[in-house]
């Protein structure tokens, strides 16, 4: 059995298969996009990188494999979370109905899409093409949600405006922590076990263990899995803050 509230230096299908049937309350993952090509390239910092060398090799994948990996990784989604938990899953755009597909088949329910607006998008270089600015992330349920926090309007509402400004590591692909830690607060419960099969700098372990949650997860680079470490070291949970804020 694996140790909870760490993020494990391990490959995400075998470290999923280490968990036991309805474990689990919520995954929320970004799993590699396949979107780095030998010979792409993209504008990074104001200058134009290779996709490899801007993401990483780990985003590289052979056409058919990549489906494949996709697929398996929504099937132990499904198998590792209770009735009623929840997966947000962010995907390249490409292939974003694709796997909303795949997640019906395998017995999820549909519930809605979430969408990061960028703010400042990269310049396009080649302007051949519209500018991306927004990434999308699905959100499906197996069966019923058994938790929904409505927290506000705003705060309910499924676009995150995103600056430049969000990241605290030097990850690529470093999500918007404020954005993670909403889509915790809202399909999660304190003390509930959070899992990501794909950690990265470790924002969904930061945003569960800031908000009171347990986490689990799975990075296979050392360099992330160091980050991601060292990121949940300086986090405090709420479960260790005084209750100062108590009006009783
Ligand atoms: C898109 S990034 C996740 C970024 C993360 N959401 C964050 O905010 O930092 C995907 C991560 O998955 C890791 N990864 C790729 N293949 C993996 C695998 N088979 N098992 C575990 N981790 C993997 C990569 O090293 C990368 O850090």
């Known amino acids: ?42 504008m990074k910092g104001g200058k134009i990188v290779s996709t490899m060398s801007a993401w990483g090799s780990w985003d590289c994948f052979q056409p058919f494999d990549y489906d494949l990996f996709i697929s398996k990784v929504i099937s132990e989604c499904y198998r590792v979370l209770k009735s009623g938990g929840a997966l947000y899953m962010f995907t390249a755009r490409e292939d974003n109905g694709f796997f909303i597909r ?15 607006i960028k703010k400042s998008p990269q310049p396009s270089f080649s302007k051949a093409n519209w500018r991306s600015a927004f990434e999308l992330c699905f959100y499906v349920t197996k069966g019923k949600a058994k938790t929904f926090n409505f927290l506000s309007q705003p705060e309910c509402v499924n676009i995150y405006p995103c600056g430049t400004r969000h990241k605290s590591t030097k990850h690529p692909t470093e999500k918007p922590f404020e954005m993670i830690r909403r889509m915790v607060g809202v399909s999660s419960n304190p003390g509930d076990l959070v899992l990501d099969p794909f950690m990265g700098s470790g924002t969904t372990a930061a945003a569960a263990k800031a908000s009171g949650r347990s986490f689990l997860g799975f990075e296979l680079k050392s360099e992330y899995h160091q980050m991601a470490y060292s990121r949940l070291r300086a986090i405090r949970s709420v479960r260790d803050k005084p209750r100062s804020d108590s009006t009783s």
């Open 102 to 116: 795949k997640a019906i088949e395998r017995g999820f329910t549909y519930r809605n899409q979430l969408a990061i």
């Open 1 to 42: 059995m694996l140790r909870i509230n760490k993020v494990h230096r391990m490959d995400a299908l075998v470290g999923l298969s280490k968990l036991p049937d309805a474990s689990v309350d919520l995954v929320i993952t970004d799993p590699p996009y396949n979107i780095a090509r030998p010979g792409r390239s993209t």
